[in-house]
């Protein structure tokens, strides 16, 4: 089995510790992809729960966002604003080696719990801080989401169609491009650390609109070079033709791509014009854009003629790169998905089982696996705050008490004191 609850070899983060003292998605991205490595991460959110639990799409008031985003991470609360919360987080950071946050520059440091505070404790700590715009800069401390930097990346300019309106993604981009770069940039500094005599941990300023922007390519460089300014060209490409989503004859979206000029010949030939091969022009990208227009006339109106699966055979058989659009339904039943297991399933902590994408890439000695999926609130207040920090039972009471932990929930582990491997939670505020 590829990375399931089933596949019990340790993976290649055993020995980590994490502490995602962040929220919503960015820091919470990068926490979990640690955790699908056998990370052992520990989600520090404020008693009233991470905004993520009430976001998106619920069942049974359950947010499906957070059940799958904030899955392999043990969950523990604590009121940071409160004297006994940051005594308890700073506790929590001498045992970590990595620390993830997103408040707003300057928050932890107000509290007593910035890095060079923990750091002072634990000269090995490296601390991931996530924030829209960056610790430096005259805006660090205006507020921001993963919307603001695609906004503020070019993103949204590019993306789109030329007679619309600059057009945002309908998921998290920004973000999940932002946790990414956070869990590389994590490692980074850990193998600085671990292979330095001496070697300290640091701390890794991310902002979340620099990711995005690094990720477009050339766009600033085409300005400043040639004094242009990208545009939006919907399903086209401005690098390369012929490249775009053709409608067949049964109503389907099938997507075509040529960026090799073998494959665009292949095209040709698939659809019976031949003859464009002997045109100069169509022997490179610059030529093939010039005639951008009659190329996807050309293409359309073959793949319009016919259904679908016609399509595909053909392409098929010509070795050309043609793919329907999928949907989620499409995806649950596909043969190529379910042979690389690229979804699994895992029951959550109501034992209901749960259909999630995967853990990727595919590690072929230590892979990665579900272990649990996003837990409730305070799952794990008593395992980590009791058992292993050495706090009191009368400590934790008063807590509760006081709101500086959540009650645990009825019916859990954490509530009858006994302790289960089952998952984590959340962050903090921005």
């Known amino acids: 089995m590829k990375g399931t609850t089933e596949d019990a070899r340790p993976g290649p983060l055993a020995n980590l510790r994490v502490i995602d003292a962040s929220t919503l998605f960015a820091g919470p991205i990068a926490a979990t992809m640690l955790a699908d490595f056998g990370a052992d991460v520990i989600k520090v959110e404020h008693p009233k729960g991470d905004g993520q639990r009430r976001m998106g799409w619920q069942r049974d008031d359950t947010s499906l966002m957070w059940t799958v985003l904030n899955r392999n991470k043990r969950c523990v609360t604590l ?32 509290w007593g719990i910035g890095y060079e505070r923990l750091a002072a404790e634990n000269p090995g700590l490296v601390m991931v801080r996530v924030t829209a715009f960056g610790q430096t800069g005259p805006w660090r401390d205006r507020p921001g989401f993963g919307t603001i930097a695609e906004a503020m990346s070019g993103f949204a300019h590019i993306n789109g169609h030329p007679d619309g ?51 477009l390519g050339p766009q600033l460089t085409l300005f400043d070079q040639l004094g242009e300014v990208q545009g939006r060209t919907g399903n086209r490409a401005p690098f390369t033709s012929p490249r775009n989503l053709y409608e067949s004859a049964d109503s389907r979206w099938v997507a075509i791509s040529a960026s090799a000029q073998s494959i665009a010949e292949r095209l040709m030939r698939m659809i019976g014009q031949e003859h464009y091969l002997d045109e100069p022009w169509f022997a490179d990208h610059v030529g093939r854009l010039a005639h951008i227009d009659e190329l ?7 793949i319009g003629a016919r259904s679908c699966d016609e399509v595909l055979a053909a392409s098929e058989e010509h070795q050309v790169a043609a793919f329907p659009v999928y949907t989620a339904a499409d995806i649950a039943v596909d043969e190529q998905y379910l042979a690389r297991e690229s979804f699994t399933t895992v029951e959550d902590d109501q034992g209901v089982p749960v259909r999630v994408q995967n853990v990727v890439p595919l590690l072929s000695e230590t892979p990665g696996r579900h272990r649990w999926l996003g ?21 934790l009471a008063r807590w509760a008490e006081k709101g500086i932990v959540a009650s645990p929930p009825a019916g859990t582990a954490e509530e009858t004191g006994t302790s289960e491997e089952t998952g984590v939670a959340s962050g903090a505020e921005a």
Request: contains cysteine; glycine residues 10%.
């Open 375 to 395: 837990p409730a609130l305070g799952a794990h207040n008593r395992e980590v705050l009791i058992d292993e920090l050495g706090f009191s039972e009368a400590e």
């Open 79 to 110: 009121d940071l604003h409160a004297p006994e919360g940051q005594d308890a987080f700073r506790r929590l950071a001498s045992t970590a080696d990595i620390v993830i946050e997103n408040f707003r520059p300057g928050t932890l440091e107000k």
């Open 296 to 302: 996807d006339e050309v293409i359309g109106g073959w």
């Open 165 to 215: 309106p600059p057009t945002l993604p309908p998921f998290a981009l920004g973000d999940a491009i932002t946790g990414i770069f956070g869990a590389c940039a994590a490692m980074f500094a850990l193998r600085h650390r671990d292979t330095t005599p001496g070697g300290r941990g640091q701390s890794i300023d991310l902002s979340i609109y620099e990711p995005v922007f690094w990720l």
